[in-house]
């Protein structure tokens, strides 16, 4: 079964400190994505990882594809309390549905 | 342009009565999934419909139905409800099959007493 583990399930962390979340599987994906959710919101698409070592930046936020396709993570420099939210990792099995991991909470102290 | 409009966004409703929400997707976005978020399971997905056919269907009884209209529009019912359906329900839209990117709503939260 492929299953997508999020590491770690809450983190609490100051403003202006770095921090890196993680997306892991036991099998191969053909790509993977990351969502931001926020209360009351549905998720956000924030990226799209597709090739093995691939690393993408969006502002802040880093994002890197494992080079086996079984892993990503999710770094991001000098967080700011806009960056709280839930980070949902999620990516197509093998039959094309959709999965989601269980995603990582994070809290920015002001 | 419109996102993806989700109706109503709040529900409550007791054991053994059924519920209908509602989708509308991005304009011109022909795919529509729908998804079930709890604290305890996280998002899994219901179902897949594309051109008013449903592509896909992830692992829930058959309580759990849907369908998509001409318009793209898509509604969801789940019947005889049980206390376990409580859970925020989210719709998502895409430009095409595939379901490659995905745009959500903000969701209708569901509440089974």
């Known amino acids: 079964t492929q299953l997508l583990e999020q590491s770690p399930q809450f983190l609490s962390i100051q403003e202006g400190e770095n921090l890196t979340v993680y997306c892991n599987s036991s099998?191969?994906?053909?790509?993977l994505q990351w969502y931001r959710q926020e209360p009351g919101e549905g998720p956000v698409l924030l990226v799209t990882?597709?090739?093995?070592?691939e690393v993408k930046k969006l502002k802040r936020l880093t994002f890197q594809f494992g080079d086996a396709r079984k892993d990503s993570s999710l770094h991001i420099t000098a967080a700011q309390p806009g960056d709280t939210g839930l980070y949902l990792c999620?990516?197509?099995?093998?039959?094309?549905?959709?999965?989601f991991g269980k995603g990582t909470r994070l809290h920015i102290l002001p | 342009k419109a996102g993806v409009t989700q109706t109503p966004r709040y529900l409550i409703k007791t054991r053994g009565q059924q519920v209908t929400l509602s989708c509308s997707p991005i304009?011109?976005?022909?795919?529509v999934s729908w998804y079930q978020q709890t604290p305890g399971q996280g998002l899994q997905f219901l179902f897949e419909y594309f051109s008013e056919t449903q592509r896909n269907k992830g692992n829930f009884p058959g309580r759990f139905s849907g369908r998509q209209f001409s318009n793209s529009r898509s509604e969801m019912n789940v019947s005889t409800l049980e206390l376990g359906d409580s859970a925020l329900y989210l719709c998502a839209s895409s430009p095409g099959e595939g379901r490659r990117v995905q745009y959500f709503g903000a969701g209708t939260r569901l509440s089974v007493l």
């Open positions: 990882v597709v090739t093995g070592g």
């Open positions: 099998s191969v994906f053909s790509s």
């Open positions: 304009s011109g976005h022909r795919s």
């Open positions: 999620a990516g197509p099995r093998r039959d094309d549905k959709i999965i």
